[in-house]
C-alpha cells in the first residue's frame, strides 16, 4: 500500500492555472490523477510510470500535463488554460506494478488513493 496526499487544489478563474501535488510514501511504478465532477463519476486525468509512458484523457491532452520528481516520489498536475468544466474533486491514485495502456486511466486498476483536493474553475 502506498500512502498518498494531495495539496493545491484551489479556486481559480477561467484560462488561469493551478499545480497539484501529490507526496507518496513510497515508489510505486505506475501513478495516475483522476477527477470526480459534480454529480458524475469519476474519471480518469493522466498517467505515468516509472518506464517513461503518460497518458492523458482526451479533454485535457494539451492542457494538462503529469510529471514526478524521482528524488521525493511527489507526482505533480500542471493545470493550464482550465474551464469551469474541470471543477472536479481530484484524486492521485498509485498502482505498484505495469498497466497497459488502456487500463492506465481506469480506477479499478488502482490500489492506493489519496483523499483529495478540490478544484474550482469559476468566473
Known amino acids: 500500500q502506498v500512502h498518498l496526499m494531495e495539496s493545491g487544489g484551489g479556486s481559480v478563474q477561467p484560462g488561469g492555472s493551478l499545480r497539484l501535488s501529490c507526496a507518496a510514501s513510497?515508489?510505486?511504478?505506475?501513478m495516475a490523477w483522476f477527477r470526480r465532477p459534480p454529480g458524475k463519476e469519476r474519471e480518469g486525468v493522466a498517467a505515468m510510470n516509472a518506464g517513461g509512458r503518460f497518458t492523458y484523457a482526451d479533454s485535457v491532452d494539451g492542457r494538462f500535463t503529469i510529471s514526478q520528481d524521482n528524488a521525493t516520489t511527489t507526482l505533480y498536475l500542471q493545470m493550464n488554460i482550465l474551464k469551469p468544466e474541470d471543477t472536479a474533486m481530484y484524486y492521485c491514485?498509485?498502482?505498484?506494478?505495469?498497466?497497459?495502456?488502456?487500463?492506465?486511466?481506469?480506477?479499478?486498476?488502482?490500489?492506493?488513493w489519496g483523499q483529495g483536493t478540490q478544484v474550482t474553475v469559476s468566473s
Open positions: 513510497k515508489y510505486a511504478y505506475t
Open positions: 491514485a498509485a498502482q505498484e506494478g505495469y498497466l497497459p495502456p488502456l487500463g492506465r486511466l481506469r480506477s479499478d486498476n488502482y490500489q492506493s
